[in-house]
């Protein structure tokens, strides 16, 4: 069974940074196209970032230039590095293949950007 442990979060003053981290088992994690995905409150998850298994990326028009996401196939890990973080960054973060629908979900990781 894949399972999938986030962390990294936290709570951060805007302008400030963090590092997601999120660890993947239970399959062959290099084949995979992995995202990132949030979920503010009262609104739906949401995809933020994207790698392919080649490292190609894509983002959400409202993180472009600001988040960067990054995978290590060895370590089995992929990361989403958060620059210039905005009150509406403040979500449950979740790691997850791309398309979703497949595995099962994380816990999630806070992440609360507020001064």
């Known amino acids: 069974q894949v399972q999938l442990v986030e962390s990294g979060g936290g709570l951060v003053q805007p302008g400030g940074s963090l590092r997601l981290s999120c660890s993947v088992s239970?399959?062959?994690?290099?084949?995979?196209?992995m995202g990132w995905y949030r979920q503010a409150p009262g609104k739906q998850r949401e995809l933020v970032a994207r790698v392919t298994s080649g490292g190609g990326t894509n983002y959400a028009d409202s993180v472009k230039g600001r988040f960067t996401i990054s995978r290590d196939n060895a370590k089995k890990t992929v990361y989403l590095q958060m620059n210039s973080l905005k009150p509406e960054d403040t979500a449950v973060y979740y790691c997850?293949?791309?398309?979703?629908?497949?595995?099962?979900w994380g816990q999630g990781i806070q992440v609360t950007v507020s001064s």
């Open positions: 239970g399959t062959i994690f290099s084949i995979h196209t």
């Open positions: 997850n293949r791309d398309p979703s629908g497949i595995w099962y």
